[in-house]
């Protein structure tokens, strides 16, 4: 075994169906029931023209600037999956550009995800693929290595394992671990639909009870009250 240059067989993965319930729901919404806990960071931001990302991760791990591996995830992955990529956060090469989304869209994959630099930004804003990154730059990529696939990543302090699910939208991403998928959605659920019920109300002005914010500056020994 190469430790740092090796390509790993995915052993799991959240299904189309459950990617499908999680692209209706809020990414703030799966945030707070995990606790305000768990985020990409907020340097990756969503470049692309519009929509929601939602899907299994597929994991590359590369030297920043090298994308060899990154090309060989592409012709791996299964359609809906999200390749999600940590180039060390680096800015100096892009990673990924028009021909590798380009080819990425045709293969019918969620999005992609960069922990590094992408290029040819103004086409990518142009078109839906879910795409997240840390910045953009003009300096194209080598192709030399190492890398894995399939390995563990972790970007801001979020951890991503192969076949969690990965969602995003306008505020960024989030990772929810494979095994948490049904609870978090229980949660997330429940509370983008009482949040949608507070707007309602408030659109039509019943305003719900704000007794708890005296009662918390109370709690918290604010004067003037």
């Known amino acids: ?23 209706n729901v809020p990414v703030a919404c799966v945030s707070d029931v995990m606790s305000r806990m768990t985020a990409g960071g907020p340097t990756l931001r969503p470049m692309h023209a519009g929509g929601v990302l ?26 809906g999956d999200v390749i999600v990529v940590d180039a060390g956060g680096d800015l ?9 989304l380009s080819y990425a869209m045709k293969r019918g994959f969620a999005g992609m995800v960069i922990n590094g630099a992408i290029r040819d930004s103004d086409w990518i804003s142009k078109h839906d693929m879910p795409v997240y990154a840390a910045g953009v730059t003009h ?23 192969p076949g969690d699910l990965i969602v995003g ?8 671990p494979y095994d948490d998928v049904e ?12 949040e949608a019920r507070i707007l309602e109300n408030t659109l039509s002005g019943k305003f719900d009870d704000k007794s708890w914010i005296d009662e918390s500056l109370r709690r918290l020994g604010c004067e003037g009250l």
């Not at 894995?148 to 951890?159: D, P, Q, S």
């Not at 609870?183 to 009482?194: F, R």
Request: proline residues 5%; charged residues 20%.
């Open 92 to 100: 100096t090469n892009a990673i990924i550009g028009e021909l590798m």
């Open 169 to 176: 939208d306008a505020d960024g991403f989030v990772c929810v």
């Open 139 to 161: 300096r194209g990529p080598y192709k030399d290595g190492p890398g894995e696939i399939n390995v563990t990543v972790a970007f801001g302090g979020m951890v991503v394992e």
């Open 54 to 79: 939602s899907g299994p991760a597929f994991t590359v791990k590369t030297r920043p600037g090298d994308n060899l591996m990154v090309h060989k995830a592409l012709t791996l992955a299964q359609p």
């Open 183 to 194: 609870t978090v959605y229980a949660m997330a659920a429940k509370k983008s639909a009482g």
């Open 1 to 23: 075994m190469q430790i740092g240059f090796r390509i790993l067989d995915r052993k799991r993965a959240v299904s189309a169906e459950v990617a499908k319930r999680f692209a």
